[in-house]
């Protein structure tokens, strides 16, 4: 069998109920479905960080955050880091990468990021790579209102006057300005950038030389916040079918301090804050004043979003069944991490290991390579599509990654891990977290604290009862740190290359 195509699909900030494949009432998201229909469908699926950079890294390199070392957002990747694009490129595929990639860090705030977009935005007229071993690029910098930039801002501005874009307004429904921001926004639907991306690949894939095997990067901007949706997008979700945020009272009660510091906009003066703002918090918006209706209407605005990355993902699916490339085409869709929406008191992202955040949409098809339409319960890291990719493609180059090759899994040939390890480094010198995630127990561990957190997932699948200090689970707790402790050590062994010459 000839080498396959492998196309890597992100979106950003995604969580497993916003897609109805996964079993979501609310919402409906048929292409995504029919892709879930025709491959495989991961239901243990978890990022390596619960932040965009660190996990991005990790997808696209096969390591743990501890070793790449973007640690968080507002860090670069190292040019040095071998990534899929350098290990495919040398084994003569055509590589390429279209949308969102954020292995470099933007500005430090939403204004500075502003800033930052309009100074790279010069940048993009006679630019379009070689970037991180990708011989080609399209990139688009920012989110919804802020992401206007890069090659994808280039587009824009060819298709409206300079007058017509900066007349666009975004419009805010909610009283909040973090946590259930819903905003109306004037972009019109034809230039969204979900648009964009799905118009690039599509170009994309009807100029490929057959003979020549490629690797295609994709990243979607949404449905990270701000939650903004054209005004002329009208296939919505509707607030009223949205359920509540899962919160109870109190439940916060048993967490380490910096869950009710972040529920209370205290996170700025926090004794865990580092030299970046805490990633994925708005700095200082109280949470306990997001009403009944601004978290519906967020929250169904977020879910709005991932209908219309739905639309224009039926449109690649399409267009790989009209040009024949779909049956020897290894795609993965997935998300860089969660969004809490509210859930556990909480909004947006951080240094909290909730299954909302760190567990994550993934659904991979390979006709020409395993049967369709089955359902996995077994574990997956998004540190395994990069090994899972190269194993396909016969290129033996997985060396350098922690994770593994799920083949024999997406075959149904059983498990290929029995855990994995999702990292949070908020600060090298600060907050610090490690978790691991078995079958049905969840442990995280806080470096220099003598606090963590571990959940029964079978008994208390909402981890509303945190049994760190339970006396019932301390062998449990002592098993699953040994646990650890192992996993962490064997990154230590690869990375320091133990030599006895």
Known sequence: MPRPNVIIITTDQQRTDSLSCYGSSFTSTPNLDRMAAEGALLNRAYCTNPVCTPSRVSIFTGQQVSRHGAWNVGMSASAELPMISHRLGAHGYRTHYIGKAHFQAFGGTVEQTRETLKEWRKRYKNWHGPYYGFESV??????????????????????????????????????????????????????????????????????????????????????????????????????????????????????????????????????????????????????????????????AWYHTMVRLIDREMGRILDCLSETGLEENTLVFFTSDHGELLGDHGLWMKGPFHYEQLIRVPAIIKWPAGFDGGRKASEMFSLADIVPTALSAAGADEAGECDGVDALPMLRGEGPTRKDVLVECIDDPKGLRLKTLVTEDRKLTWYCGKDYGELYDLKKDPGEKQNLWNDAAYASERCSLQGRMMEYLETLEARSERYSYA
């Not at 874009?165 to 109306?184: P, T, V």
Request: charged fraction near 30%; proline fraction near 6%; charge should be negative.
């Open 138 to 299: 399209e990139i688009a910098l920012g989110h919804a209102t802020y992401g206007i930039a890069g090659h994808y801002g280039e587009w824009v501005e060819n298709q409206l006057s300079t007058e017509e874009i900066e007349g666009f307004k975004a419009r805010s429904l909610a009283e909040a300005k973090f946590g259930g921001d819903a905003q109306d926004w004037d972009l019109p639907n034809r230039i969204h950038n979900s648009v964009w991306t799905a118009e690039r690949t599509i170009e994309f894939l009807r100029n490929q030389d057959c003979e020549k095997p490629f690797l295609l990067g994709i990243g979607f901007q949404d449905p990270h916040h701000p939650h903004a949706v054209p005004t002329d997008f009208e296939e919505r979700v509707q607030p009223a079918d949205v359920p509540l945020p899962d919160y109870q009272d109190g439940e916060l009660e048993d967490k380490p301090p910096h869950f009710l510091e972040a529920r209370g906009g205290r996170l700025e003066d926090s004794a865990i804050r580092g030299v970046f703002a805490v990633a994925g918090q708005g700095a200082g918006y109280d949470y306990r004043k997001v009403s009944e209706q601004d978290a519906r209407m967020g929250r």
